[in-house]
């Protein structure tokens, strides 16, 4: 039997995360995102509420929450602003949940712990200036030498960049492999700011999400230890891909999260603007973007309620999150235009909410995988032309 109801768990982490998002971030988000600026203090309060370890078990120091409670969170902060279900992304659903699954027992005690505690962020290096959805296309390498091994290249649009403690860092480990475009060359690195030639820049003039910090990474012969390549030699793919499934799960949510503020907003402007002697609400053509707005929210909230089941489960997602993924977000830019539209000349301007939410929306379709290369995989796995197989990096059963 179905049960869409939530645990007292799960309730009491919503309303953490949206007493939170509501009282410390909103009263300022318009300002901040006006001057394109990232308040460190906010990643000082979600840790000590516990949010940058939400779903990773307290053996590690986290909350032990499940993957319904972590996509709750990121409904409530996105309803917010955009900047801030970004951080759950990155540190928890790009990396932390990474570690957990990747991680040998002592990597897991040196960063994941740390991390979950919210004592260090982190986040995830894959993407380049001439490699985005075309993992393969990296091009940032690593040499053996002796106990270590030494990385260049650059990475760039990685969110939490100029302020993150840890990163996780792709590269080619086999130059040959490289050269035939085979990804069992590519390996993951576990590097730390602190390593010598380390070096990130923010990113300025972003379209949306401005009160967020994206930038860039720089790796000029960094020295990692051997023993903070993640997984074996070879299986970055593998491990950048599983990471992705956990990160779209998280940014799914939180365009279900971004439908809903329109939605909220559209609602209350077409209740109280009148034109032609009544309430906009009662126009038939504004219903039916108001109408739109519905459907998007719900349909994005069952699909992502989907792929957080199996998550819990502790089964293969990745067809149900990709899919999640691209609904939500295609219905999330929809829902941003509706509003502007509804709103009028004021939505085309910062004095209400919905022109943030509008810009905002875009970064959602093209970063995690482009809405283009979603579609296909859809359209493959209609067609047989793709099928998940089982795989030894099953997410991890949250603790009971």
């Not at 200036?129 to 649009?157: C, F, H, R, T």
């Not at 990804?183 to 009160?211: D, N, Q, Y």
């Not at 009148?274 to 519905?294: A, P």
């Not at 990709?322 to 000349?345: N, P, R, T």
Request: hydrophobic fraction near 35%.
């Amino acid at each position: 039997m179905i049960d869409f109801s939530f645990t007292e768990e799960q309730i009491m982490i919503q309303k953490l995360a949206r007493d939170f998002a509501q009282k410390e971030v909103a009263p300022r988000i318009k300002e901040l995102d006006q001057k394109a600026e990232f308040d460190r203090s906010i990643l000082t309060k979600m840790a000590e509420l516990g949010i940058l370890g939400l779903s990773i078990p307290t053996k590690y120091g986290g909350s032990g929450g499940d993957y319904i409670s972590l996509g709750l969170a990121c409904e409530e902060l996105e309803y917010v602003d955009t900047s801030l279900r970004v951080i759950l992304s990155v540190h928890i659903g790009l990396n932390s949940l990474t570690l957990l699954s990747w991680g040998t027992e002592d990597q897991k005690q040196k960063y994941l712990v740390p991390q979950a505690q919210g004592k260090k962020i982190a986040t995830f290096g894959l993407t380049e200036p001439n490699a985005g959805s075309d993992v393969v296309a990296i091009e940032a390498k690593a040499q053996k030498s002796g106990d270590y091994w030494i990385l260049n290249g650059e990475k760039m649009w990685i969110s939490l960049a100029d302020v993150a403690d840890n990163f996780l860092i792709f590269a080619w480990t086999d130059q040959e492999k490289r050269k035939k475009r085979d990804h069992s060359g590519m390996s993951c690195f576990i590097v730390e700011r602190s390593f010598p030639g380390v070096s990130t820049a923010t990113i300025h003039g972003k379209l949306g999400i401005r009160a967020g910090n994206t930038g860039s990474i720089s790796l000029s012969d960094v020295k990692v230890p051997k023993e903070n390549m993640l997984g074996e030699e070879g299986e970055g793919f593998k491990i950048a891909m599983f990471a992705l499934d956990q990160g779209r799960y998280t940014v799914a949510w939180g365009a279900t999260g971004l439908i809903k503020a329109c939605l909220d907003h559209s609602v209350k402007y077409a209740n109280e603007r009148k034109t032609f002697g009544e309430v906009i609400g009662k126009h038939q053509l504004v219903k039916e973007m108001i109408s739109d707005m519905v459907s998007g929210y719900e349909c994005s909230r069952l699909l992502c309620l989907k792929a957080g089941w199996l998550k819990n489960k502790g089964l293969r997602s990745t067809k149900e999150t990709s899919l999640a993924k691209m609904y939500a977000c295609d219905a999330s830019e929809k829902a941003s235009s509706h509003a502007v539209q509804i709103y009028g000349a004021y939505g085309y301007s910062d004095e209400y909410p919905v022109e943030r939410f509008y810009r905002n929306s875009k970064g959602a379709v093209i970063y995690e995988g482009s809405r283009e290369i979603h579609k296909l995989m859809q359209a493959d796995y209609a067609l047989g032309y793709r099928i998940d197989k089982p795989t030894r990096c099953t997410l991890p059963l949250p603790e009971e």
